[in-house]
């Protein structure tokens, strides 16, 4: 005769994903709320955007009102202890000022925000109203802002063929106030390289790259989520920013190996959200 063991589990952090779906499944909720579970963190939402996508292109996108956002945000605020923050496609000015307002850092509730202004196939999911009021409103609330090269350009209000190296881009978003992981993959049309380099910067600190393995692969729809909600997850487990960076980026180059051969969409597929038999090392045990 077997019994059930009197162990409890322990209670997982809580980690709110604030963003848009992905009827492909790829990138937004979808990836953040996989990519928490993976981390054994318990993962909530609210869903800024509702869009009709695919590994090509975005067809449609439908914008629930602020005041719907509003109260997805209460209905979770209200009634689980929220131990992060990550956001991803924001959408308009007013929901951006939303997350500012409510869902601000604080010491016992880290804001990662992923500043999603176009999609991987190029669609535009944030104009520059937006990357306006994210630089005013919100990253000096933020605790980290993960944009690759492009975004940090727009969140800057520079030209898309602005020729500002990386760690300068990084330093300067660090001057509004939070930490920045500048992401480093390879460019459009770029020579392939073994490695890629991302920029560490924090306010009044010189940036710090980051060298990791590059993963040649085209199925890395989601990848940017992906690496920001692990990012999210380390935060709420405890761990110090710069190994909780490096233990996100490590996920993140695992799990484009283990898609890189999938056969998934006409386009660019989706990096691997199916759980991995070898599991993510915990952030705080990595130095």
């Given at each position: 005769?077997?019994?059930?063991?009197?162990?409890?589990?322990?209670?997982?952090?809580?980690?709110?994903?604030?963003?848009?779906?992905?009827?492909?499944?790829?990138?937004?909720?979808?990836?953040?709320?996989t990519?928490?579970?993976?981390?054994g963190v318990?993962?909530?939402?609210?869903?800024?955007?509702?869009?009709?996508?695919d590994t090509?292109?975005?067809?449609?996108?439908?914008?629930?009102p602020?005041?719907?956002?509003?109260?997805?945000v209460?209905?979770?605020?209200?009634?689980?202890?929220?131990?992060?923050?990550?956001?991803?496609?924001?959408?308009?000015?007013?929901?951006?000022?939303?997350?500012?307002?409510?869902?601000?850092?604080?010491?016992?509730?880290?804001?990662?925000?992923?500043?999603?202004?176009?999609?991987?196939s190029?669609?535009?999911?944030?104009?520059?109203?937006?990357?306006?009021?994210?630089?005013?409103?919100?990253?000096?609330r933020?605790?980290?802002?993960?944009?690759?090269?492009?975004?940090?350009?727009?969140?800057?209000?520079?030209?898309?063929?602005?020729?500002?190296?990386?760690p300068?881009?990084?330093?300067?978003?660090a001057?509004t106030?939070?930490?920045?992981?500048?992401?480093?993959?390879?460019?459009?049309?770029?020579?392939?390289?073994?490695?890629?380099?991302?920029?560490?910067?924090?306010p009044?600190?010189?940036?710090?790259?980051?060298?990791?393995?590059?993963?040649?692969?085209?199925?890395?729809?989601?990848?940017?989520?992906?690496?920001?909600?692990?990012l999210?997850?380390?935060?709420?487990?405890?761990?110090?920013l710069e190994?909780a960076?490096?233990?996100?980026?490590?996920y993140?180059?695992?799990?484009?190996?283990?898609?890189?051969?999938?056969d998934?969409?006409?386009?660019?597929?989706?990096?691997?959200?199916?759980?991995?038999p070898?599991?993510?090392?915990?952030?705080?045990?990595t130095?």
């Amino acid at each position: 005769m077997t019994t059930l063991s009197s162990t409890r589990s322990p209670t997982p952090p809580v980690v709110l994903t604030v963003a848009g779906t992905d009827s492909g499944g790829a990138a937004g909720v979808a990836a953040d709320l996989t990519t928490f579970a993976a981390h054994g963190v318990h993962g909530a939402c609210v869903v800024t955007a509702v869009t009709a996508q695919d590994t090509t292109e975005v067809h449609a996108v439908h914008a629930p009102p602020p005041e719907v956002v509003a109260a997805q945000v209460d209905a979770v605020l209200g009634d689980l202890p929220v131990g992060a923050v990550k956001t991803g496609v924001l959408g308009s000015p007013a929901v951006v000022r939303l997350v500012a307002e409510r869902l601000a850092a604080r010491p016992d509730r880290p804001l990662v925000v992923d500043p999603v202004l176009v999609a991987t196939s190029g669609a535009v999911l944030g104009d520059a109203s937006v990357a306006a009021a994210y630089a005013d409103v919100l990253l000096p609330r933020a605790t980290v802002v993960t944009p690759n090269a492009d975004e940090a350009r727009a969140l800057l209000g520079l030209p898309p063929d602005d020729t500002t190296p990386a760690p300068r881009l990084a330093a300067a978003l660090a001057a509004t106030g939070c930490a920045v992981v500048l992401t480093g993959g390879p460019a459009p049309g770029a020579v392939p390289r073994a490695t890629c380099t991302d920029w560490l910067a924090r306010p009044g600190r010189s940036p710090v790259p980051l060298v990791h393995p590059r993963v040649r692969t085209e199925n890395d729809h989601g990848s940017g989520c992906t690496f920001s909600a692990a990012l999210a997850a380390g935060l709420a487990g405890g761990a110090d920013l710069e190994p909780a960076v490096g233990a996100a980026a490590r996920y993140v180059a695992r799990q484009l190996a283990r898609s890189a051969d999938w056969d998934l969409g006409r386009g660019r597929g989706p990096v691997a959200h199916t759980l991995d038999p070898h599991p993510p090392h915990r952030p705080q045990e990595t130095s």
